[in-house]
């Protein structure tokens, strides 16, 4: 199983590994002194360029492409009328900062709490599950309060608990109790979305995926289509590529596992499984 891990760990930051190489091989041919070992290095540089262009694009396979398809498995739907209550998956904070600091520092998925507040504010009758850590149960409970969500509505799970999203899956069916076989929306970023629906799913819980907090363009649901050269252009632009390739094989080591481990059937959750 390490062996398993350290694999995946290389393929997840293979960004990193690509731009050392770049780096120490840039280095290693304005130091070298020996010119038999420039045209290696330079080969090595020339592989890795390559490798590195083409994670930063926006091509078929890329990062941005495989975080893209992640994105839009599930569709855009709105809000059920009859909708029971809505889990909230953690990840908008980043926790070493925003202790340090003592307020809120957002990571690059602020997008999933901003938008299941704006849900649960618009929607005054359904229950609130929040599955993240303790610091961010406490900031989400803050930002509640704020825009009027009443505080008696929000169950956050038992911090102590939770180790992995696993956990949070576990903690989070406890507190929803019998409530669970009403409607419950499940609301986290579109590129984890079919990971937290396996986890769920495995545990017995069904929820619907409603997906938050897109990073990519290109979708069939896009309101506005761009051409495929400023869609490159901004993924250059952007570094986007960068985070996306680390995010995207991540989900996809998480989808592996899950499957490699029997607690899922599919390697993707199918769709029609999802009670509408």
């Known amino acids: 199983?390490?062996?398993?891990?350290?694999?995946?760990?290389?393929?997840?930051?293979?960004?990193?590994?690509?731009?050392?190489?770049?780096?120490?091989?840039?280095?290693?041919?304005?130091?070298?002194?020996?010119?038999?070992?420039?045209?290696?290095?330079?080969?090595?540089?020339?592989?890795?360029?390559?490798?590195?262009?083409?994670?930063?694009?926006?091509?078929?396979?890329?990062?941005?492409?495989?975080?893209?398809?992640?994105?839009?498995?599930?569709?855009?739907?709105?809000?059920?009328?009859?909708?029971?209550?809505?889990?909230?998956?953690?990840?908008?904070?980043?926790?070493?900062?925003?202790?340090?600091?003592?307020?809120?520092?957002?990571?690059?998925?602020?997008?999933?709490?901003?938008?299941?507040?704006?849900?649960?504010?618009?929607?005054?009758?359904?229950?609130?599950?929040?599955?993240?850590?303790?610091?961010?149960?406490?900031?989400?409970?803050?930002?509640?309060?704020?825009?009027?969500?009443?505080?008696?509505?929000?169950?956050?799970v038992d911090d102590a608990s939770i180790h992995h999203l696993e956990d949070a899956a576990v903690e989070a069916i406890k507190l929803a109790g019998d409530t669970k076989t009403q409607k419950w929306l499940l609301i986290t970023s579109g590129f984890t979305m079919p990971r937290t629906v396996s986890i769920f799913r495995a545990n017995g819980w069904e929820l619907i995926p409603f997906p938050v907090d897109f990073h990519t363009v290109g979708h069939s649901s896009d309101k506005k289509s761009l051409p495929f050269l400023v869609r490159l252009t901004a993924g250059f632009q952007d570094r986007l590529g960068l985070l996306s390739w680390n995010c995207a094989w991540r989900e996809i080591a998480g989808l592996s596992n899950l499957y490699i481990s029997g607690k899922t059937t599919t390697f993707m959750p199918k769709i029609d499984a999802v009670k509408k």
């Open 1 to 156: 199983m390490e062996i398993v891990k350290f694999f995946w760990s290389l393929i997840i930051n293979l960004d990193l590994i690509l731009i050392a190489v770049l780096a120490f091989c840039t280095l290693g041919l304005c130091c070298a002194r020996a010119s038999h070992a420039c045209p290696k290095k330079r080969s090595i540089a020339a592989v890795s360029a390559i490798l590195l262009f083409f994670i930063l694009g926006d091509w078929p396979y890329s990062g941005r492409d495989i975080l893209r398809h992640l994105e839009g498995y599930y569709p855009v739907i709105e809000v059920p009328s009859d909708t029971f209550g809505i889990v909230i998956t953690g990840g908008s904070l980043c926790l070493l900062e925003t202790e340090a600091r003592g307020s809120a520092v957002y990571h690059k998925t602020a997008g999933r709490m901003l938008e299941a507040l704006k849900i649960a504010h618009a929607h005054p009758y359904a229950r609130i599950i929040f599955a993240g850590s303790k610091t961010e149960g406490e900031e989400f409970l803050k930002l509640a309060i704020a825009v009027n969500v009443a505080s008696e509505r929000i169950k956050i």
